[in-house]
């Protein structure tokens, strides 16, 4: 991460960003809202990275997704590796894939939480097989591997993960997104406009 001082605005403002985002979607046509009717599960649980839940929760809603916090149902809020936290709005147990057009798994140290958790690790493998979107950055892809879902598949990931994925069957690559099929992966913060574009690209 080149510069942190946008992970401690969104620890400031985090909550009136994601509001005035929502209030700025207000009396804007279909073509300023390309996800209208389109709605987005970003998974959730203790040591996430900042900026990885927070930049497509805020990005997707300015584009007019319907955005649903899904959290493993271990705690109401869970904070991140920063210390910001998020309360989500269901639990995994409460949600099913068909729910939802894409899910998206962030990182930081989350993602070992989320994969003790059969109901998360269903949700990401039910989106997949049903062809919805499933999009992972940084750690995330760690919940694709305890999905099952990474076999035969180009993807990328924080470096250190690499070994992981290849040995769930990936062919693993360093570039800043990577779509194959409805699977959109990314390797760090830096990667978020990119890993971003390509989501929303996807549900168009």
Same mark, same amino acid.
Not at 83 to 105: E, H, L, N, R, S
Not at 122 to 142: E, M, N, R, T, Y
């Given at each position: 991460?080149?510069?942190?001082?946008?992970?401690?605005?969104?620890?400031?403002?985090?909550?009136?960003?994601?509001?005035? =985002?929502?209030?700025? +979607?207000?009396?804007? %046509?279909?073509?300023?809202? /390309?996800? @209208?009717?389109? &709605?987005?599960?970003?998974? $959730?649980?203790?040591?996430?990275?900042?900026?990885?839940?927070?930049?497509?929760?805020?990005?997707?809603?300015?584009?007019?997704?319907?955005?649903?916090?899904?959290?493993?149902?271990? =705690?109401?809020?869970? +904070?991140?590796?920063? %210390?910001?936290?998020?309360? /989500?709005? @269901?639990?995994? &147990?409460?949600?099913?894939? $068909?729910?939802?057009?894409?899910?998206?798994?962030?990182?930081?140290?989350?993602?070992?939480?989320?994969?003790?958790?059969?109901?998360?690790?269903?949700?990401?493998?039910?989106?997949?097989?049903?062809?919805?979107?499933?999009?992972?950055?940084?750690?995330?892809?760690?919940?694709?591997?305890?999905?099952?879902?990474?076999?035969?598949?180009?993807?990328?990931?924080?470096?250190?993960?690499?070994?992981?994925?290849?040995?769930?069957?990936?062919?693993?690559?360093?570039?800043?997104?990577?779509?194959?099929?409805?699977?959109?992966?990314?390797?760090?913060?830096?990667?978020?406009?990119?890993?971003?574009?390509?989501?929303?690209?996807?549900?168009?």
């Amino acid at each position: 991460m080149k510069d942190f001082s946008l992970i401690f605005t969104l620890a400031a403002f985090g909550p009136l960003v994601a509001s005035l =985002a929502l209030a700025q +979607t207000a009396g804007k %046509g279909s073509e300023d809202l /390309p996800l @209208k009717g389109k &709605k987005v599960a970003i998974l $959730a649980e203790t040591l996430y990275e900042d900026l990885e839940l927070w930049y497509p929760l805020l990005r997707l809603k300015e584009a007019g997704a319907e955005v649903t916090v899904v959290g493993s149902g271990s =705690a109401e809020t869970y +904070t991140s590796k920063h %210390g910001y936290p998020v309360k /989500p709005d @269901k639990t995994a &147990k409460q949600v099913k894939a $068909a729910d939802f057009d894409a899910v998206i798994v962030p990182g930081g140290y989350a993602p070992d939480h989320m994969r003790r958790y059969p109901e998360m690790v269903k949700l990401v493998k039910d989106a997949f097989d049903q062809g919805k979107v499933v999009a992972s950055i940084c750690h995330g892809p760690w919940v694709l591997a305890s999905a099952g879902i990474l076999k035969g598949k180009t993807v990328t990931s924080f470096f250190s993960i690499r070994d992981d994925l290849t040995h769930a069957g990936a062919k693993v690559v360093d570039q800043e997104v990577v779509v194959d099929g409805n699977l959109i992966t990314s390797r760090n913060p830096d990667d978020l406009p990119a890993f971003c574009r390509a989501i929303i690209a996807a549900l168009q």
